[in-house]
């Protein structure tokens, strides 16, 4: 297996523009930490550390407070995401019908592990919790599209969709 790749930050003028303005406008409002957060990642795809850093500083804060936040919350990401977001469902009903094996083929397919994005950006695998189609177990989702009563065979043609 080749070593991971870690996808450097790049940021464009317009994200750092966009940046600026979040701050701008909750800067004076209590409590703005989590809107700007929520905001930012809806600019970048992520909370990477230069855009933490940037946010602290626009709101007199510490990096390790900001940083706090993001870790402490499930609904931010430290991490890229994949133009094609994979979230495979590890609930109960799920789990019990096979997710587990779905999630480790595309790992192996991928070469990525949970909470990872491949090297080219491409795809990001998540972990979920039950999504609500516990009648269509197992149940794996890519951005918006649903695909139920998986098996371990049809995941290679699956993603040869989406790199074609």
Same mark, same amino acid.
């Given at each position: 297996?080749?070593?991971?790749?870690? *996808?450097?930050?790049?940021?464009?003028?317009?994200?750092?523009?966009?940046?600026?303005?979040? *701050?701008?406008?909750?800067?004076?409002?209590?409590?703005?930490? /989590?809107?700007? %957060?929520?905001?930012?990642?809806?600019?970048? @795809?992520?909370?990477? *550390?230069?855009?933490? &850093?940037? *946010?602290?500083?626009?709101?007199?804060?510490?990096?390790?407070?900001?940083?706090?936040?993001?870790?402490?919350?499930?609904?931010?990401?430290?991490?890229?995401? @994949?133009?094609?977001?994979?979230?495979?469902?590890? @609930?109960?009903?799920?789990?019990?019908?096979?997710?587990?094996?779905?999630?480790? &083929?595309?790992?192996?397919?991928?070469?990525?592990?949970?909470?990872?994005?491949?090297?080219?950006?491409?795809?990001?695998?998540?972990?979920?919790?039950? /999504?609500?189609?516990?009648?269509?177990?197992?149940?794996?989702?890519?951005?918006?599209?649903?695909?139920?009563?998986?098996?371990?065979?049809?995941?290679?043609? /699956? %993603?040869? &969709?989406?790199?074609?």
């Amino acid at each position: 297996m080749e070593p991971k790749t870690t *996808i450097p930050f790049h940021e464009t003028e317009e994200q750092a523009a966009k940046l600026q303005d979040i *701050i701008a406008t909750h800067k004076e409002t209590r409590g703005a930490l /989590i809107p700007i %957060l929520h905001e930012a990642q809806e600019v970048y @795809g992520y909370l990477p *550390i230069e855009v933490q &850093k940037r *946010i602290a500083d626009g709101l007199g804060l510490s990096l390790t407070e900001v940083y706090g936040v993001v870790t402490f919350y499930a609904q931010f990401s430290l991490k890229p995401k @994949g133009e094609y977001k994979i979230g495979v469902c590890l @609930g109960t009903a799920c789990y019990v019908k096979g997710s587990g094996d779905i999630i480790d &083929k595309i790992k192996q397919r991928l070469n990525i592990e949970v909470g990872e994005c491949t090297s080219d950006g491409r795809f990001s695998l998540d972990a979920t919790r039950c /999504i609500g189609a516990c009648g269509l177990a197992p149940v794996m989702t890519i951005n918006d599209d649903v695909y139920g009563k998986l098996t371990v065979d049809e995941i290679d043609s /699956i %993603l040869s &969709k989406y790199t074609a």
